[in-house]
């Protein structure tokens, strides 16, 4: 998987709802893009928004099979969340090397507290090991680090954006299951969730 930013790639777990019970109701990819476009069921007031945010569903839409909609469909808040951020790693290679190489870290070494240093040290190690990061702009890493706290918060990983304190998540059985069985334990180890 290449490296890319997270631009299109917010949370978006409002989106990834709307197609996952689309999902749930038998459409195909093709009658929910028609959806998104013809009838415009994201609600955005541009075109150019929909094509950006839909680009991204459709990369997680490959990691969702029948089996995770259905836990989705029957999850709690913070399950739907967490799946949200599960997709996400799964998704984009960036997010998942900042969820297993900082938050990872943090949980196991219980310290709660993520800082500006820590972010921006990895960035710049990551701007010596990725060609394509050492190619971004100023402009696009800031951009980027703003849509990894952003997403660190919509998933409850960060309790609070400004102190950008860690807590702990808590999730449905049934996805800690599937994650399993999926033999993808390190995304649970990412989200600070014990499998044990």
């Given at each position: 998987?290449?490296?890319?930013?997270?631009?299109?790639?917010?949370?978006?777990?409002?989106?990834?709802?709307?197609?996952?019970?689309?999902?749930?109701?038998?459409?195909?990819?093709?009658?929910i893009k028609e959806?998104?476009?013809?009838?415009?069921?994201?609600?955005?007031?541009?075109?150019?928004?929909?094509?950006r945010v839909f680009a991204a569903?459709?990369?997680?839409?490959n990691y969702i099979d029948k089996e995770l909609v259905q836990i989705f469909i029957s999850a709690s808040y913070d399950?739907?969340?967490?799946?949200?951020?599960?997709?996400?790693?799964?998704s984009n290679k960036l997010m998942f090397d900042f969820m297993f190489e900082i938050i990872r870290e943090k949980y196991l070494y219980k310290n709660f507290k993520l800082n500006d240093f820590e972010i921006n040290k990895f960035f710049e190690e990551k701007k010596i090991q990725i060609p394509e990061i050492s190619n971004w702009?100023?402009?696009?890493i800031k951009r980027t680090i703003l849509e990894i706290k952003k997403i660190l918060y919509d998933s409850g990983i960060l309790k609070n954006k400004k102190t950008m304190e860690i807590?702990?998540?808590?999730?449905?059985?049934?996805?800690k299951r599937y994650i399993i069985s999926k033999s993808d334990e390190v995304f649970l180890e990412s989200m600070g969730v014990s499998f044990k």
């Amino acid at each position: 998987m290449k490296y890319a930013t997270l631009s299109g790639d917010r949370s978006l777990l409002k989106e990834v709802d709307i197609v996952i019970n689309l999902l749930n109701q038998e459409y195909s990819l093709e009658k929910i893009k028609e959806k998104v476009f013809e009838e415009n069921i994201f609600q955005y007031n541009s075109t150019s928004s929909t094509k950006r945010v839909f680009a991204a569903l459709k990369k997680r839409l490959n990691y969702i099979d029948k089996e995770l909609v259905q836990i989705f469909i029957s999850a709690s808040y913070d399950t739907k969340r967490a799946i949200n951020l599960y997709l996400i790693m799964k998704s984009n290679k960036l997010m998942f090397d900042f969820m297993f190489e900082i938050i990872r870290e943090k949980y196991l070494y219980k310290n709660f507290k993520l800082n500006d240093f820590e972010i921006n040290k990895f960035f710049e190690e990551k701007k010596i090991q990725i060609p394509e990061i050492s190619n971004w702009s100023k402009k696009t890493i800031k951009r980027t680090i703003l849509e990894i706290k952003k997403i660190l918060y919509d998933s409850g990983i960060l309790k609070n954006k400004k102190t950008m304190e860690i807590q702990y998540i808590l999730i449905d059985d049934s996805f800690k299951r599937y994650i399993i069985s999926k033999s993808d334990e390190v995304f649970l180890e990412s989200m600070g969730v014990s499998f044990k």
